[in-house]
């Protein structure tokens, strides 16, 4: 089955950017899609950005929208999100995640663990 690993997140202040990485496995080009979600303590999980793999349509979030980027990297079995101008409420638990698309949690199917992000300020 199909494996994800974050990496990248950290304290940064606000306006700062930060990239996160995903590792994939090749299981995951099954999917049809990527996404990125992210967690705030007490708060439900929230997608943040989708992007599919064959067709590349992309979606974000519109809090987030003109600040981060989705984008893959087959090749290297890779996905990241940049996010630039942060914002102390981007604060979060970031987590990578594929699977059949859509911005429900629940339609997708593998996870990775997850990275923390916290923004100052």
């Known amino acids: 089955q199909g494996q994800l690993a974050e990496s990248g997140g950290g304290v940064v202040q606000a306006g700062g950017s930060l990239n996160l990485s995903c590792v994939t496995s090749?299981?995951?080009?099954?999917?049809?899609?990527m996404a990125w979600f992210r967690q705030a303590p007490g708060k439900e999980r929230e997608v943040v950005a989708t992007?599919?793999?064959?067709?590349?349509?992309?979606y974000y979030a519109p809090s987030v929208e003109g600040r981060f980027t989705i984008s893959r990297d087959n090749a290297k079995n890779m996905q990241y999100l940049l996010m630039n101008s942060l914002k102390p409420e981007d604060s979060a638990v970031y987590y990578c995640?594929?699977?059949?698309?859509?911005?429900?949690?629940?339609?997708?199917?593998?996870w990775g663990q997850g990275t923390q992000v916290t923004v100052s300020s």
């Open positions: 995640a594929a699977g059949r698309g859509g911005r429900d949690s629940r339609d997708y199917d593998y």
């Open positions: 090749e299981d995951i080009y099954t999917t049809t899609a």
């Open positions: 992007k599919g793999w064959t067709f590349g349509s992309t």
